[in-house]
């Protein structure tokens, strides 16, 4: 099949990642792939090869998509559509002017709040211009569109956590609100009894003296990603991409979710916790919640030092429940397989096309 992706880039590199990581899947399962999106400089520092056959990547702000020899797609998928408003370039319009008829996928954010269940693969329609619209929910039950993990790299789930090293190398990835400095400080405390904690800072420019047992990390491209996170044993991530990758990672496991003005993240980082930490011990139960409320700078009065000291004992408990996470996700639903399978019910015409 031939498909188009609409990315549209609002911040950060959430947007431009997971719908790199789409685009990917999509043509390693054989299917050609225009990403049409609005920011180059994020995807050449997340895809600087360029390497895959079959995916190419489209600048929608050099070229007017009337002007640009697309090929008409069979298959339009639009992750994070809601947010299209917010955006200048609005080259999803010219697209659905271009490419009417053709079943257009809007892949909304990742939640595991209930009312996703109900929302998913519902439909609307532009008043005014005809427009059909499906609502495609990723999500962690069977009654969701699932999670992309057809694209995790098998030989990191053959490799069981390093029993011999020493210590413990922590990998954060976080948003500029998050207590960064107190972890630091609360790990160089530790260290100068036992020197065991290595910290890797990734995406952040804090200002790091000699006696932190930190180090930024370079950026490096996603390609990359899951081998990173794999050499941390506990992973301190954001948004939603890297989110889902430490859980595919089977690693213990701290969120910071995306903030939103309304304070709507609170009730979905609560929603997935709820779901997340299903039985754990209550004790090991309370102290991740503290942790994640502080990191998230929901329980503003914690003094997160003293709650991630708090954290430690339990982190073995933590690994034995991220394996087992890890295992409920990869024989869960894939998104890519979910995507695929609803747009052969749209239209079995395609199935006479050539290359399918
Ligand atoms: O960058 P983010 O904060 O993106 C956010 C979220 O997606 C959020 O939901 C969305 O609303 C907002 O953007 C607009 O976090 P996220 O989702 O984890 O995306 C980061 C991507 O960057 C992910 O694909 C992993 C990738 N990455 C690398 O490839 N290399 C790196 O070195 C690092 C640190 C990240």
Redesign the pocket.
């Known amino acids: 099949m031939h498909i188009g992706i609409v990315c549209k880039?609002?911040?950060?590199?959430?947007?431009?990642?997971?719908s790199?990581?789409l685009a990917k899947a999509l043509a390693s399962n054989g299917h050609s792939v225009d990403l049409f999106h609005d920011h180059s400089a994020t995807f050449s520092?997340?895809y600087p090869t360029h390497d895959i056959d079959r995916l190419t990547l489209i600048d929608a702000t050099q070229a007017a998509i009337e002007d640009t020899a697309v090929r008409a797609p069979d298959l339009i998928l639009e992750p994070?559509g809601t947010?299209s408003e917010q955006t200048r370039f609005r080259f999803d319009v010219a697209l659905k002017r271009n490419c009417p008829g053709v079943p257009w996928l809007l892949i909304d954010?990742?939640s595991s709040e209930k009312w996703v269940e109900s929302f998913h693969l519902s439909t609307s329609v532009d008043p005014g211009t005809g427009h059909m619209t499906t609502f495609f929910y990723p999500g962690f039950t069977e009654k969701t569109g699932g999670l992309i993990h057809c694209d995790y790299p098998r030989h990191l789930l053959d490799c069981p956590p390093q029993a011999k090293k020493t210590g413990l190398d922590i990998f954060i990835?976080a948003?500029s609100n998050a207590p960064v400095r107190e972890l630091v400080y609360a790990c160089n405390s530790t260290n100068e009894r036992e020197h065991t904690i290595r910290i890797g800072l990734?995406?952040n420019g804090m200002a790091l003296k000699a006696q932190d047992c930190a180090k930024l990390?370079?950026?490096?491209?996603?390609?990359?990603?899951d081998e990173?996170l794999a050499q941390h044993d506990v992973l301190f991530?954001?948004?939603?991409?890297?989110?889902v990758?430490a859980q595919l990672a089977g690693k213990p496991l701290i969120w910071q979710i995306?903030p939103t003005e309304d304070n709507a993240h609170a009730e979905k980082l609560t929603c997935f916790y709820e779901l997340y930490a299903e039985g754990l011990d209550a004790d090991c139960k309370v102290a991740l919640w503290n942790c994640w409320l502080a990191w998230n700078g929901i329980d503003t009065e914690a003094d997160f030092g003293e709650i991630w000291i708090a954290l430690l004992p339990h982190l073995p408990e933590l690994q034995t429940h991220a394996m087992g996470w890890q295992t409920r996700l990869l024989n869960g639903r894939e998104l890519v397989k979910e995507v695929l399978t609803w747009c052969r019910l749209q239209t079995p015409t395609l199935l006479e096309k050539p290359d399918l």
């Not at 990390?217 to 990603?225: A, D, H, I, N």
């Open positions: 880039v609002i911040d950060n590199f959430g947007d431009a990642g997971f790199l990581r520092a997340l994070f947010s954010y990742l990835f948003y990734a995406g990390l370079p950026f490096v491209p996603q390609s990359q990603f990173l991530v954001r948004g939603e991409d890297s989110f990758r995306y």
